[in-house]
């Protein structure tokens, strides 16, 4: 088998067990009866409205066109979870470019150890891209965000990490009492919904990986996608 192969069997799997017997309403922090597959997370099911953000900041400039990321982001993230699910999970996004950031990368930069990454920055670039888009958007429409720094990124270069989960994730942190931490803009809209965060240039998979942790949720003090 090709590593290519094993990736896809190993997302269908990831997949399989998210999705498997939900019947339960949708909750944040709560999965589905325990069977022989262990919870399954009753977030995983149906439309996923994702707001997706491309910012960028006053001293760099994105190495890739606003199409090539759209491409990959919103028809390529859509047609992989299709296809994972067997049909039963997709991708609704409303695609942002390019929204500015006020400060320069250096303020967001964050460390490409996941153990190392400062929180606050990690909140900082969330609620700044928040802020940036509040007079455009309704945060209560979403389920998840997706940020995408413009700007070419590689362990410690560009953006620092070039995709992680912030919600549940980096934002509490993933070791002990993983959870949902709520976001705010300046102007007073909050958020609490799943947050990943991906570099432009990001492959397909890292979107994917990092977007099913957020999907997943929580239950019993753990991320149902580990």
Same mark, same amino acid.
């Given at each position: 088998?090709?590593? &290519?192969? =094993?990736?896809? !069997?190993?997302s @269908?799997?990831?997949?399989?067990?998210?999705?498997?017997?939900?019947?339960?309403?949708?909750?944040?922090?709560?999965?589905?009866?325990?069977?022989?597959?262990?919870? *399954?997370?009753?977030?995983?099911?149906?439309? *996923? &409205?994702?707001?997706?953000a491309?910012?960028? !900041? $006053?001293?760099?400039? $994105?190495?890739?066109s606003?199409?090539?990321?759209?491409? #990959? @982001?919103?028809?390529?993230?859509?047609?992989?979870?299709?296809?994972?699910?067997?049909?039963?999970? /997709?991708? %609704?996004?409303?695609?942002?470019? /390019?929204?500015?950031?006020?400060?320069?990368?250096?303020?967001?930069?964050?460390?490409?150890?996941?153990f #190392?990454?400062? #929180?606050?920055?990690? %909140?900082?670039?969330?609620?700044?891209?928040?802020? @940036?888009?509040?007079?455009?958007?309704? !945060?209560?429409?979403y389920q998840?965000?997706?940020?995408? $720094?413009?700007?070419?990124?590689?362990?410690? %270069?560009?953006?620092?990490?070039?995709?992680?989960?912030?919600?549940?994730?980096?934002?509490?942190g993933? #070791?002990?009492?993983? =959870?949902?931490? $709520?976001?705010?803009?300046?102007?007073?809209q909050?958020?609490?919904?799943?947050?990943?965060?991906?570099?432009?240039?990001? &492959?397909?998979?890292?979107?994917a990986?990092?977007?099913?942790?957020?999907?997943?949720?929580?239950?019993?003090?753990?991320?149902?996608?580990?």
């Amino acid at each position: 088998m090709t590593t &290519h192969m =094993r990736n896809r !069997f190993i997302s @269908a799997i990831v997949f399989t067990l998210l999705i498997v017997g939900l019947q339960a309403p949708a909750s944040q922090t709560l999965a589905a009866e325990e069977g022989i597959l262990g919870p *399954q997370s009753t977030l995983a099911k149906g439309e *996923q &409205h994702v707001l997706m953000a491309v910012v960028t !900041f $006053p001293d760099s400039e $994105p190495s890739l066109s606003l199409e090539n990321i759209q491409r #990959r @982001a919103v028809h390529g993230l859509d047609r992989y979870v299709r296809q994972q699910s067997y049909g039963q999970a /997709w991708v %609704k996004a409303d695609f942002r470019g /390019w929204v500015k950031l006020p400060d320069p990368l250096a303020k967001y930069r964050v460390s490409p150890y996941n153990f #190392r990454v400062d #929180r606050t920055r990690v %909140k900082k670039l969330i609620e700044d891209t928040m802020t @940036a888009l509040e007079n455009e958007v309704d !945060f209560s429409r979403y389920q998840h965000l997706l940020v995408i $720094p413009g700007i070419r990124t590689m362990p410690g %270069k560009g953006y620092g990490m070039i995709c992680y989960c912030a919600n549940p994730g980096m934002l509490s942190g993933v #070791r002990q009492n993983p =959870r949902y931490v $709520p976001l705010k803009s300046k102007g007073g809209q909050e958020f609490g919904g799943g947050v990943f965060v991906g570099a432009e240039n990001a &492959h397909l998979g890292m979107f994917a990986h990092d977007f099913f942790h957020a999907l997943g949720g929580i239950h019993e003090d753990r991320r149902v996608v580990p």
